[in-house]
């Protein structure tokens, strides 16, 4: 199982197994920010823009590809910050944002 990011923002899960891989967008709120975010730290429509989207590492994790997909997503769906947008935001604004993927995986509750 793997996670797509925009910088430090996960947008998607993918996993795989026998049977095949299974892709899992995020909630449309994840985009969402990943586009308010770029705006206000100078990436949209840009080649920085275009170059921050990575996967995160591989992780093993139990059940079918399906089973990992669905409750990955499901996990940052519900408990990723409803405002990691303008935490993200006030990060920026003084200095101590990681743009790393999967740096604010932490905040997920």
Known sequence: MRVMYWKEVPVQVQAEDDDGQVSKPLHERFQQGVDAISMFDGSSGSDDYLMAWEWGRDVEVAGTAEEAA?????RYNKGFPQDF????????????????????DHWIE
Do not use: F, H, K
Request: proline residues 8%.
């Open 85 to 104: 947008a303008a935490r993200i935001r006030n990060l920026y604004l003084s200095g101590q944002r990681d743009p790393r993927p999967g740096a604010a």
């Open 70 to 74: 669905t409750g990955v997503a499901e």
